[in-house]
């Protein structure tokens, strides 16, 4: 698949992903929804392995880089789904927007890591300003019932623990999978990965007495296969693939984008509010992609070769 074909899926599946999440959260409980999902997903996968008449390796690189995808399919996705109790699905993908950054400063720290210039951190630090407008309005959602205002903010400070987690390992398992360098087709590197958290979404069940008590919601039940087949299929696929092809921090930079589209389709869909603050954020941030994918020369000449290639 072309790269940035691949890149534009990556953006589509991960905008519709924290609606999906919070909807498929009405029907089961948070590790059960994540967790049947994954299921679907791998079960789809494996089939599409044996009609490809592709393998699943299982050498001992290949599992290393199975399990490094492990932070991201089972610990970011479950704090996800956790965050999603609590938070806005708008909001979920605001935060998801610190990726970039934290990916960027950890890969400073690395040895060999690829090192931000200033015109990088300038887009970042344009890219979090632009964040802050988004997440001013989605937090004053929070605080419309004065009255419910003390159990407002105890869910809000242990939602935004849960995503902040989450965007972290997400950042991690991005750096760490590249760093493997296993050599595996995208499909393989999703399936395997998927496979590997299933154990691991059964022990979170087990461990915090979550089941699978559906709650008759048709829609969530309808967001989980959504989110099997592609959020986790399809987007995780098209990840890996871009991620093979580009720094960790430029795929990373996705979620700058994605939370726009979020915050209209949580709106539309979500009765979630939209406000002037939100929209401003939300031209801050397409400028600060623009900024920074476009401001890198090795990704720019990419981009111009991929469309002279295409043409």
Avoid at 67 to 82: K, V
Avoid at 148 to 167: F, P, Q
Avoid at 179 to 199: D, H
Avoid at 255 to 276: C, F, Q, R
């Amino acid at each position: 698949m072309n790269t940035l074909v691949a890149y534009l899926i990556v953006i589509a599946v991960w905008a519709t992903t924290p609606l999906g999440i919070k909807w498929s959260g009405e029907a089961l409980p948070a590790f059960a929804a994540a967790g049947s999902r994954m299921a679907i997903a791998a079960a789809l996968g494996l089939l599409w392995l044996a009609a490809r008449r592709q393998g699943l390796p299982l050498h001992r690189r290949a599992l290393l880089s199975y399990a490094a995808a492990l932070p991201g399919i089972f610990g970011a996705m479950g704090c996800s789904y956790m965050a999603a109790r609590d938070l806005p699905s708008g909001l979920i993908s605001v935060v998801f927007g610190l990726a970039p950054l934290i990916s960027g400063v950890m890969m400073q720290w690395l040895p060999g890591g690829t090192r931000l210039n200033g015109w990088h951190w300038l887009a970042c630090l344009l890219g979090l300003a632009g964040l802050a407008l988004v997440f001013g309005d989605s937090f004053a959602l929070l605080f419309q019932d004065g009255a419910a205002l003390a159990g407002d903010e105890a869910r809000r400070g242990r939602g935004l623990l849960w995503i902040l987690s989450a965007v972290t390992l997400f950042a991690a398992s991005g750096i760490v999978v590249q760093r493997v360098g296993a050599g595996l087709a995208p499909m393989q590197q999703t399936v395997g990965g998927l496979l590997f958290s299933l154990p691991l979404y059964a022990l979170a069940m087990w461990l915090s007495g979550q089941g699978f008590d559906y709650s008759g919601d048709q829609r969530g039940l309808g967001a989980i296969v959504y989110l099997a087949v592609f959020g986790s299929l399809l987007g995780f696929y098209c990840y890996f693939q871009v991620l093979a092809r580009l720094p960790a921090a430029t795929v990373a930079l996705v979620t700058l984008i994605t939370p726009v589209l979020a915050l209209m389709l949580g709106a539309a869909l979500n009765d979630e509010l939209l406000g002037a603050r939100v929209l401003a954020g939300a031209a801050v941030i397409v400028a600060a992609l623009g900024l920074y994918l476009l401001g890198d020369r090795r990704v720019r000449r990419g981009v111009v070769s991929t469309a002279a290639g295409d043409g």
